[in-house]
């Protein structure tokens, strides 16, 4: 079955600890996303990439980096310069061009504690 | 700024009974429209879509509306299940890129048995 894997499930850690989020797809999408989801708010773009070895800022870049050094991985990491990083987080991925649907994963809950 | 909203955040609706979900946006260049279904502890799946050039489309048991007039989107969903328990949020955009899309907060529907 294709589709996006996104892991662990939940994740714990420590104020001031760097922790990074797995996000693996196999449906041979170029474009792939990361957002977060926080209660009473709708998500919420964090970076996004539309092609190997390139990622663009999205609307809360601030506290987290990327990496895309192959199509089918995108993984997040949540600097501990982020000031509020407990949330959930989900990643995306789409085909390019033409609104084509985004495909998301189960997400990760991060709780920083 | 723009904003995407939810006339309700809460919708109870019988078990085979249709269900309305509404959605107001407010950026009138937005041309592309989106409704997601989100399980508990899940990730979003596509519903289904609809451009600004239509003002009705129609999927398996569900409709979208889309009104330009008074910027107002609804998801009706017929004969309902208890698998369509879920939120469900829209979202809209301009032009062909997914990282334009903007979110709502989303409604939760039950189906009462």
């Known amino acids: 079955d294709g589709g996006i894997t996104q892991s662990p499930k939940y994740l714990f850690r420590k104020e001031g600890q760097n922790v990074t989020l797995s996000c693996e797809q196999n449906l041979n999408h170029d474009a792939m996303y990361w957002y977060r989801q926080d209660p009473g708010q709708g998500l919420r773009l964090i970076y996004y990439s539309q092609i190997v070895n390139d990622f663009q800022k999205g609307d809360i870049a601030e506290g987290y980096s990327v990496s895309r050094e192959k199509k089918e991985s995108f993984p997040l990491t949540v600097t501990s310069a982020q000031k509020n990083p407990t949330a959930f987080y989900l990643c995306?991925?789409?085909?390019?061009?033409?609104?084509?649907?985004?495909?998301f994963g189960n997400g990760t809950r991060l709780t920083v504690t | 700024g723009e904003s995407v909203g939810l006339h309700l955040p809460t919708l109870s609706v019988q078990e085979g009974d249709n269900s309305i979900i509404n959605c107001a946006y407010s950026?009138?260049?937005?041309?592309?429209f989106i409704w997601y279904k989100q399980e508990s502890g899940k990730g979003p799946q596509f519903i289904i879509d609809i451009r600004s050039n239509m003002d009705k489309r129609q999927g398996q048991r569900v409709t979208v509306l889309l009104n330009k007039t008074v910027k107002h989107l609804s998801l009706q969903i017929a004969a309902t299940q208890p698998g369509d328990s879920a939120v469900y949020f829209c979202a809209e955009g301009w032009g062909f890129g997914n990282e334009k899309l903007t979110f709502g907060t989303g409604t939760r529907l039950t189906i009462i048995p």
């Open positions: 950026n009138s260049a937005s041309d592309y």
């Open positions: 995306a991925s789409s085909r390019q061009g033409n609104n084509s649907p985004l495909h």
